[in-house]
């Protein structure tokens, strides 16, 4: 059986945008499949100028269940940048459902949300290295 989409929009509030770094914040809507590192994957992706400090993103069509991921792009590669461990995220980050870099990103199970449990909008503040 495919996995279900539901036509009602989701809002999504992006906090801590550091305005006086360049580039652009990505936000992407994924399902399981490619998160969170496969931003090919990704079944929406939103880019605008990291010009203001908060934004609001509207998303529609999305499955029953899914997450988010949000980069503050610096350099505008389309990729996370990785500081001189190669490991470490060298750009801005933020997850849905309050998820965390730990060992790495985390996975869908840490950031998933259900649909039916979406009462308001979904709030993801950027954390910077």
Do not use: C
């Not at 590192?37 to 990291?50: F, G, Q, R, T």
């Amino acid at each position: 059986m495919s996995q279900q989409v539901n036509a009602k929009d989701i809002v999504v509030h992006i906090d801590n945008i550091a305005t006086e770094k360049p580039g652009n914040i990505m936000v992407m809507l994924y399902g399981y499949d490619g998160f969170p590192k496969d931003h090919a994957k990704a079944i929406s992706v939103e880019v605008l100028p990291a010009d203001i400090d908060k934004m609001t993103i509207k998303f529609s069509s999305v499955p029953e269940e899914f997450a988010i991921k949000v980069l503050h792009d610096e350099d505008e590669t389309g990729e996370v940048t990785k500081n001189w461990t190669r490991v470490i995220p060298a750009e801005g980050l933020g997850f849905s459902n309050g998820a965390k870099l730990s060992f790495g990103p985390p996975n869908f199970d840490r950031a998933k949300v259900k649909l039916a449990d979406i009462t308001s909008a979904i709030s993801i503040k950027i954390i910077y290295p």
